[in-house]
C-alpha cells in the first residue's frame, strides 16, 4: 500500500545528488538498506522534527513548501537548527486570559 501523494514531499533528486548517489532508484536501495540496518540493529531512535514538522537539508526547498502551502502554514514558521531546516508549528501562547479565575477544584 503506498502512502498517500501528501506524505510525499522529498526532492528526491537533490537527495540523491546530496548523498553524492549516481541516481534515483539507488536512493530507493540505500535507503532500504538503512531501515533494515536499523531494524536488525535494534537502533531505531525517534526524531520529533521528522514526524511533528516537515524538515529537509535545503533552507529554499523548506520555504517553497510554504509558499505552496499558502494558509495552511499560518501557524507555522521555518527554523534552522544544526542539522536541517524544517517548518514546525508555532507554540501556542501561555498568557493568561483576563476576566474572572475560577477557582480550581477543591478550594
Not at 538503512?34 to 514526524?51: F, M, P, T
Amino acid at each position: 500500500m503506498k502512502p498517500p501523494r501528501l506524505y510525499r514531499i522529498v526532492d528526491r533528486k537533490a537527495l540523491t545528488r546530496a548523498l553524492d548517489l549516481p541516481c534515483v532508484q539507488s536512493l530507493a536501495d540505500t535507503h532500504h538498506a538503512w531501515v533494515a540496518d536499523a531494524l536488525r540493529n535494534n537502533s531505531v531512535a525517534k526524531d520529533d522534527r521528522w514526524s511533528q514538522a516537515l524538515a529537509g537539508r535545503s533552507d529554499s526547498f523548506v520555504r517553497q513548501i510554504q509558499a505552496q502551502l499558502g494558509i495552511r502554514t499560518v501557524d507555522r514558521s521555518v527554523r534552522t537548527d544544526a542539522e536541517a531546516t524544517h517548518l514546525a508549528e508555532d507554540p501556542a501562547p501561555c498568557t493568561p486570559i483576563p476576566g474572572r479565575k475560577w477557582p480550581l477544584q477543591g478550594q
